[in-house]
């Protein structure tokens, strides 16, 4: 069984940064493309951030693009999401995701292993 345990998340003021790492344990698997979704109270859980199993290839969501950046360190079966010029739109609660390929797909329910979360809140 796969695991994946998110931290780094915590209340931050707008304009600030938080920088999340996700890490992988148990039976582990590669390749396998990682991902960062998110889910605020009252709405669906949406992609933030995905990547490739060699990092070369990444995808982000309009609404963090420029401002979040994914990254990976397979030798530590890691992946990390930096997160800078934070906005209180998003406070939310954030997930790491895994899928077995090398690929990275955009749509949640593609995604096998789920971590339980980490809450980013913004405030102003």
């Not at 390749?31 to 009252?42: E, H, K, L, N």
């Not at 963090?64 to 739109?89: C, G, H, W």
Request: hydrophobic share 35%; aromatic share 12%.
């Amino acid at each position: 069984q796969v695991q994946l345990v998110e931290s780094g998340g915590g209340l931050v003021q707008a304009g600030g940064s938080l920088r999340l790492s996700c890490a992988a344990s148990g039976r582990t698997f590669s390749p396998y493309a990682m991902g960062w979704f998110r889910q605020a109270p009252g709405k669906e859980r949406e992609i933030v951030a995905v990547i490739s199993w060699s990092g070369r290839s990444t995808y982000y969501a309009d609404s963090v693009k420029d401002r979040f950046t994914i990254s990976r360190d397979n030798a530590r079966n890691t992946v990390y999401l930096q997160m800078n010029r934070l906005r209180p739109e998003d406070t939310a609660l954030y997930y790491c995701a895994a899928r077995a390929g090398t690929y990275y797909v955009t749509a949640p329910g593609e995604y096998h292993y789920w971590g339980q979360g980490t809450q980013v809140t913004v405030s102003s």
